[in-house]
């Protein structure tokens, strides 16, 4: 008898306990949590963290061990990501996933650009890209310094193996400026084999367009309201293909076909499509 | 393979159930090259709804609870939505409606039929959002009523989707056929919970939902073969299908078509090609040309 189609094994709530908490930056947070199924999750794959009583986020995930841990940094920003931040080690959250597909690794001169709290997903892959010993350069960029995520670990990595640029906004560290500024001219002096990309999607979207003219392929992941993150309730659609089942990480080819959305529009909680923020 | 639903033309047996995707008009897009003989959108109300707030959805050991609580950006603005899929698909598009009221049913129906609609499903059997859908769905005099004045507003099929937490499913059926309409869906979720042991607490937001999927398939089986001996109008089959052998079984049991929902989770969007697909050589196996051969054929004795 084939398997129970309704049956998906990732997607069983797991209450656990936070394992450890450690402070990024003044906003954001990691949370570690022991979850034999994430720990297996590949970089680009994301969790729905449950906050008991709060509300259930889908997070990236940033970081999942062999020793069957699996790490989500978060930024407040609404009701639950400030419920969480209120957390302390011990005390129960809910995890059901990993969930959707991943970054394919291909090529052995690699450009990451992360903004924000995209770099997460981003940081999970240069670990397994640095692994493999492929030539990575990594584009990090924030408001300000002091948001300047993992940057202590990328640099742990060693410049040898991960060529790191730094920009902020305000320029308190690094270039001035948005991180995709320097991308253009890197993209005419250096051939890339792939890019991958996360952060605010208008930053992708430039990050998109600059390789389109340098034609060079781009994986990127993408965000949007999920609820059920199984591919059914469709409130995380972009085009034909929905974030949590077909996404969160995009190729070149497939961000053409959604053009007319991609760094453009969303579906809100009423399924309205919406401008970007 | 083509069916027949109070006349829709279907050119296979298999809907889109509502409640998943079918928001917008590229996913439906999708679903219809995925090989579905019918689409049936969200549950679309008069004004905007938010829906809950996460979790929505939680898995059960042989199926899915979930309470999204009915999201959708209203029929003015879905309009839009139906007039370009009404442009994009070649088969047949069916707007499920909800609302607070009577006049609230009869003017969403209204103005979806207005806007390209092939047929309208009166989804009267929703568990998790009060003054509505099963609410409505649970009481014959007032789903009479709600039937009635919809016939009365559109000349389109007009589908009831029929709740199974209901005392006697046959009762209610009965009376949906009195009150006109043209074809009945059987079944919507089955109201459940799930709480976990850690928190103590029910996960859904929510705290009850309706469970679909392969858990509630028997029950909807059960449904389809009782209402069919009370109703001449057609039935279409709904809850748990996910392969061939689940849609002929509700064939034979009586429905002339079958809706899919949850098993797009697990077997993706070809689940309609494979259904269809199966349907067919179970046909020619059986030495049968049409699918409406086997409709109601296990009730021969």
Known sequence: MKSLACHIDA???????????????PTVKTFILRDKQCARAKPG????????????????????????TVAVSVKAVGEATRALHQKRTGETVGVRGPF???FVMRGQKILVVGGGTGIAPLMFLTRKLVSNAVSTTFVLGAQTRDELLFKS???????????????TEDGSCGLTGLCTEPLEQMLTEEKFDMIYACGPEQMILRVFELAENQRVNVQASLERLMRCAIGLCGSCVIGKYRVCA??????????????????????DRYGKRVPLD | MGVDLAGLRLVNPTMLASGILGYSVETLEGVVKAGAGAVVTK????????GYANP??????????????????????????????????DVPLVISVFGFSTEEYASVARKAVSAGADGVELNVSCPHVKN???????????????????????????????SPNVTSMSDIADAAVRAGANALTVMNTVKAIAIDVETTMPILANRVGGLSGAAVKPIALRHVYDVYDQVDIPIVGCGGIADWRDAVEFLLAGASAVQIGTAIAAEGLNVFKEVTRGIGTYLKKKGLRSVSEIVGLSHRR
């Open chain 1, 246 to 267: 077909d996404g969160p990480v995009f190729t070149s080819r497939q961000l053409r076909e959604v053009r007319n959305e991609f760094g453009l529009s969303k579906r």
């Open chain 2, 56 to 89: 929505t959805i939680v898995q059960a050991n042989c199926g899915l609870i979930n309470a999204v609580g009915l999201p959708n950006p209203g029929i003015e603005e879905f309009a839009k939505e139906i007039r370009s899929a009404k442009n994009a698909l």
């Open chain 2, 43 to 50: 549950s679309v109300s008069a004004k905007p709804r938010k």
């Open chain 2, 132 to 162: 509505t859908g099963s609410e409505i769905g649970q009481n014959a005099k007032i789903l009479t009523q709600v039937i009635r004045k919809v016939k009365a507003c559109v000349d389109k099929p007009v589908i009831v989707k029929l």
């Open chain 1, 153 to 167: 670990d990328l640099e742990k990595l060693g410049t040898k193996r991960v060529r790191l640029l730094t920009s």
């Open chain 1, 11 to 25: 997607n069983h709530v797991r209450t656990k306990p936070i394992v450890r908490i450690e402070a990024e930056s």
């Open chain 1, 45 to 68: 794959q994301f969790l729905m963290l449950w906050i008991p009583g709060v509300d259930e986020v889908p997070l990236s995930i940033m970081d999942a061990k062999e020793d069957g």
């Open chain 1, 100 to 102: 959707g597909n991943s």
